[in-house]
């Protein structure tokens, strides 16, 4: 075998060292989500009931211009990287970051006290000054540090920086809010905490690709820009699905109802950190095959990378959905119960939004197309949402995104059919995606069935502790005699050798 024969062999890492890099970085990940769910539940404890609601508020809005300022250039080096030489990947990486700051500028803009177009519920934010402007800025700005790591292959490198700013955020916030309870003091902690996210990443660029020029080349970056600014806009116009009902929740309710229903939505991330941990190991790997013309190759991954994703997340969705009461009243307290019905709702759209199809669309430059049917879906989406919360209170402020994601993967998986010439049973393993949440369903329905007759008596914390034991016993059963998930679970098992 010639040396080119065997580098070309090697681009392509092999399957079980993709899941194990899955399974390490999905950890990782899981904690971070894990303190993420945990901090808002210190907030709530903490923190009135009027300044929980305007952390959230904060929040949503600091998310809704992460959803728009980075138009993808990050996500663009996933396409770039993979087949560019050292001093390219520099140049793309220093263009990235010269973006984002621009960005981060104009975003800051838009949730400052001098946008006149900002919402009346935005204004209680003008008290803090630049604080909340400022956040916004470092944020979009160190954003890169998210992925970059991932990108270039280095998952140890990611999962130590997740873990650690997690562990930091975590810690900081949650003293400082039982302390204090003041949330100018939590506002200040998250801006210095923004700023040390932005110093970590100009060390590492430093130390891994250098900050010597050059910094911008007029043609590479078009080039750049012209692959990324479609993907971009679509993937702001998905990002503002997920905020838009948010939105109507926070103009139609008062601002207790909207922080009830912002953690219905909390879920959503669960379902996006497997898929983000999952995906973004194989999408190198994806993005070489798809280089070479191996097309089905690359098709392959991405339906592997989505069971083991079901494997993981269908069975804790449907946990969710059964002991939706039992979770947020032991979890958040009685005074935000009222978002149980929309947490049902929305797990009916996350079992949809489990196929991820987005990373074949960006290796296909389907980038316009992704735009315009997310323009669309955007737009039904709100409009569902605002009729039917009218209609069925918070439950339907959240029908639209449900709408939106069926819609949209359906419509994308008949492009990704017609692009490839492949059939729509060819594109994904339905069989096993089916039986994963066949079985997850029977389990939690054993689960809440069990303990609604024989432990009703007892507290909230046995109850879910052992509906949980009784669905991942039952589950497993199941899908061990499928044989379903057998490869991800040995590679999980090859993480302690």
């Not at 996933?78 to 793309?92: E, G, N, Q, T, V």
């Not at 402007?133 to 998210?146: M, N, Q, R, T, V």
Request: with cysteine; hydrophobic share 55%.
């Amino acid at each position: 075998m010639t040396a080119a024969i065997e580098a070309k062999a090697e681009a392509v890492a092999p399957m079980g060292v993709l899941r194990r890099r899955a399974l390490f970085l999905g950890g990782a990940n899981a904690l971070d989500y894990a303190l993420q769910f945990l901090l808002p539940v210190v907030l709530a404890r903490s923190l009135d009931a009027q300044a929980f609601g305007e952390y959230r508020l904060l929040w949503l809005a600091v998310i809704t211009i992460m959803a728009v300022a980075p138009l993808a250039m990050p996500q663009s080096l996933y396409y770039f990287l993979p087949r560019s030489d050292a001093a390219a990947k520099r140049l793309y990486v220093h263009q990235t970051i010269l973006y984002l700051a621009c960005a981060g500028l104009i975003g800051a803009l838009v949730i400052s006290p001098w946008n006149p177009l900002q919402p009346a519920s935005m204004r209680a934010f003008d008290q803090y000054g630049l604080l909340v402007p400022s956040l916004g800025l470092l944020l979009i700005s160190s954003c890169l540090l998210d992925l970059l790591p991932t990108i270039e292959e280095r998952v140890v490198w990611q999962a130590g920086i997740t873990i650690s700013l997690s562990l930091l955020r975590a810690v900081t916030l949650s003293l400082a809010a039982w302390l204090t309870g003041d949330l100018r003091v939590l506002i200040w902690l998250l801006v210095g905490f923004a700023l040390l996210k932005l110093v970590l990443l100009f060390c590492y660029v430093g130390k891994t690709q250098g900050l010597t020029g050059p910094w911008l080349q007029r043609k590479s970056f078009v080039e750049q820009f012209r692959h990324a600014a479609p993907f971009g806009l679509s993937g702001a116009l998905y990002g503002l699905r997920g905020q838009a009902d948010q939105w109507v929740a926070l103009t139609l309710f008062s601002l207790t109802s909207f922080a009830a229903f912002s953690i219905a939505a909390v879920l959503g991330p669960l379902v996006n950190l497997f898929r983000v941990s999952v995906n973004h190991v194989f999408l190198p790997s994806m993005s070489r095959l798809q280089g070479e013309g191996n097309l089905s190759g690359m098709l392959d991954l991405n339906s592997r990378a989505n069971v083991m994703v079901a494997a993981l997340v269908y069975p804790l969705l449907a946990f969710a959905f059964v002991f939706a009461e039992e979770l947020i009243t032991a979890v958040y307290t009685a005074t935000y119960v009222e978002a149980a019905s929309a947490m049902r709702v929305y797990i009916v759209s996350l079992t949809a939004l489990v196929v991820e199809i987005a990373s074949i669309t960006l290796l296909l430059r389907e980038g316009v197309f992704a735009f315009r049917l997310n323009l669309l879906v955007l737009g039904l989406s709100v409009v569902v949402s605002w009729f039917a919360a009218q209609r069925y209170g918070l439950a339907g402020a959240a029908v639209g995104s449900v709408l939106a994601i069926f819609l949209d993967r359906f419509v994308t998986l008949r492009r990704i059919q017609q692009r490839m010439a492949t059939p729509l049973h060819r594109l994904q393993d339905w069989r096993s995606l089916g039986l994963l949440l066949l079985f997850s369903g029977l389990a939690a329905a054993l689960a809440g069935t069990v303990t609604g007759h024989y432990l009703i008596q007892h507290g909230l914390i046995v109850q879910l502790l052992a509906g949980g034991m009784i669905l991942a016993a039952a589950y497993a059963a199941m899908t061990a005699l499928h044989g379903i998930g057998r490869g991800w679970l040995l590679a999980a098992c090859r993480l302690k050798t």
